[in-house]
């Protein structure tokens, strides 16, 4: 009786997402991702990235800035931002007093400051990991190995926004030739978006070919969409805040991280219909269907 069950059971979650499937592609790509978006409850979701996301990958960076300019004396660590967003006078110098300069930062850097923000990025990564099981629809990991998958998840993410500073800001560069080096950067997000779901996802290597179709996905909204409206948007934020001093651009740095966390779910949702809707239809149901001991899981 167990095993007839257990059978029942495997059958009906067979039909269902079979069913899901079916309707999935018969339903407007836009009504699609918008439908698995407020599924997943993707403004909860979002929320709890921003927080998590101002909380320890905002210090990392300024943390890493300073390291890498030697923690001089004459650099404000708000040159990053000033940089990678665009900023022009006068808001460049009210994000430039804001932060300070590098030199103040030499005090932090030690191992157990750096471990402490490091540590902090995986309660991040593992929400990260929960949110993308769910935009794809599939059985989370078990504690320990979400955390293991986290911790590598959040490495190579670390490891890719270095990646695109070193290749897309590094240097004096004319006009055409910067905007070639920020075609180029996209190269390491393209692969970090594309392994996002096969470290995240149960059964997510499946498919490994649409896989990059997903990562474009990611490159598409993360590395072209978010970049290019954060020279138009991040101003108009920071008007708001004037008057606030330091605290007005913290302010605005939170809520762009918001901005930034909701563009991620996004990016879960858009992957997960891009590759249900290429991927073949058995492989989809077969990774849907899979538990931690079943065949397909452990193929």
Same mark, same amino acid.
């Given at each position: 009786?167990?095993?007839?069950?257990?059978?029942?059971?495997?059958?009906?979650?067979?039909?269902q997402?079979?069913?899901r499937?079916?309707?999935?592609? /018969?339903? *407007?790509?836009?009504? $699609?991702?918008v439908?698995r978006? !407020?599924e997943?409850?993707? @403004?909860?979701q %979002?929320? &709890?990235?921003?927080?998590?996301?101002?909380?320890t990958?905002?210090?990392?960076?300024?943390?890493?800035?300073?390291?890498?300019?030697?923690?001089?004396?004459?650099?404000?660590?708000?040159?990053?931002?000033?940089?990678?967003l665009?900023?022009?006078p006068?808001?460049?110098?009210?994000? /430039?007093? *804001?932060?300070?300069? $590098?030199?103040?930062?030499?005090s !932090?850097?030690?191992?157990i @400051?750096?471990? %402490?923000? &490091?540590?902090?990025?995986?309660?991040?990564?593992?929400?990260i990991?929960?949110?993308?099981?769910?935009?794809?629809?599939?059985?989370?990991?078990?504690?320990?190995?979400?955390?293991?998958?986290?911790?590598?998840w959040?490495?190579?993410?670390?490891?890719?926004?270095?990646?695109?500073? /070193?290749?897309?800001?590094?240097?004096?560069?004319?006009?055409?030739?910067?905007?070639?080096?920020?075609?180029?950067?996209l190269?390491?997000?393209?692969?970090?978006?594309?392994?996002?779901p096969?470290?995240?996802?149960r059964?997510?290597?499946?498919?490994?070919?649409y896989?990059?179709?997903?990562?474009?996905?990611?490159?598409?909204?993360?590395?072209?969409?978010?970049?290019?409206?954060a020279?138009?948007?991040?101003?108009?934020?920071l008007?708001?805040?004037?008057?606030?001093g330091?605290?007005?651009?913290?302010?605005?740095?939170?809520?762009?991280?918001?901005?930034?966390?909701?563009?991620?779910?996004?990016?879960?949702?858009?992957?997960?219909?891009?590759w249900?809707?290429?991927?073949?239809?058995q492989?989809v149901?077969?990774?849907?269907?899979?538990?931690?001991?079943?065949?397909?899981?452990?193929?």
């Amino acid at each position: 009786m167990p095993e007839q069950n257990r059978a029942a059971d495997a059958h009906g979650r067979l039909e269902q997402s079979l069913e899901r499937l079916k309707q999935s592609r /018969r339903t *407007a790509p836009l009504v $699609a991702i918008v439908g698995r978006f !407020v599924e997943i409850d993707g @403004g909860t979701q %979002g929320t &709890l990235v921003s927080i998590q996301f101002f909380t320890t990958v905002i210090p990392l960076v300024i943390l890493g800035f300073g390291y890498f300019s030697g923690f001089a004396v004459n650099v404000s660590v708000g040159e990053l931002l000033i940089r990678q967003l665009g900023l022009l006078p006068p808001l460049d110098d009210r994000v /430039r007093e *804001a932060f300070g300069t $590098a030199s103040a930062l030499q005090s !932090v850097w030690s191992f157990i @400051g750096v471990a %402490g923000f &490091l540590s902090a990025g995986i309660p991040m990564s593992i929400t990260i990991a929960e949110m993308f099981a769910r935009a794809w629809r599939r059985q989370q990991f078990g504690t320990a190995e979400k955390l293991a998958r986290g911790a590598i998840w959040f490495a190579l993410y670390l490891g890719t926004m270095v990646a695109r500073e /070193r290749i897309g800001f590094a240097g004096e560069h004319g006009a055409g030739a910067h905007a070639a080096l920020l075609v180029v950067a996209l190269i390491p997000q393209w692969a970090f978006w594309s392994l996002t779901p096969a470290l995240l996802v149960r059964d997510g290597g499946r498919g490994w070919r649409y896989l990059l179709l997903a990562g474009l996905a990611g490159v598409v909204i993360d590395g072209v969409v978010l970049a290019a409206a954060a020279p138009a948007v991040f101003p108009i934020l920071l008007e708001g805040w004037t008057g606030f001093g330091p605290m007005g651009v913290a302010m605005t740095l939170m809520t762009w991280c918001g901005v930034v966390a909701i563009g991620w779910v996004v990016v879960a949702c858009v992957g997960a219909i891009l590759w249900e809707r290429k991927a073949p239809a058995q492989t989809v149901i077969e990774s849907q269907t899979a538990t931690p001991d079943s065949p397909a899981a452990a193929s």
